[in-house]
């Protein structure tokens, strides 16, 4: 069995870590921030956001809500308000079977 890594998780995130996991421009995470309830950044001495892992995953499903599943964003906020565990669930299951297609797909490269 090869050797992984452990992977290492930062405790705080700048904005344009997190834009750039998410291949979106910085404004967007802005105005997400300022859109949802459930992302509150720190904010050091001169103002700059500090965005926690839990902050980065609200992102994910944020992101797969608006982007992915075509979402308002009136509609994604009152998804996460009202059932924000189904919610999360549905996301974890999707992201599985996408890392069960990646492998597949390696696997029948491979061949």
Known sequence: MPYKEPKIEKLYYTIGEVAKMFNVNTSLIRFWEKEFDIIKPHKNKKGNRLFTPQDVENFHL??????????????????????????????????????????????????
């Open 62 to 111: 944020i992101y797969h809500l608006v982007k992915e599943k075509g979402m308002t964003l009136k509609g994604a906020d009152k998804k996460l308000k009202e059932n924000k565990e189904d919610t999360l669930e549905n996301f974890e299951i999707v992201k599985r079977l996408q890392d069960i297609r990646a492998t597949l797909l390696e696997i029948k490269d491979g061949l």
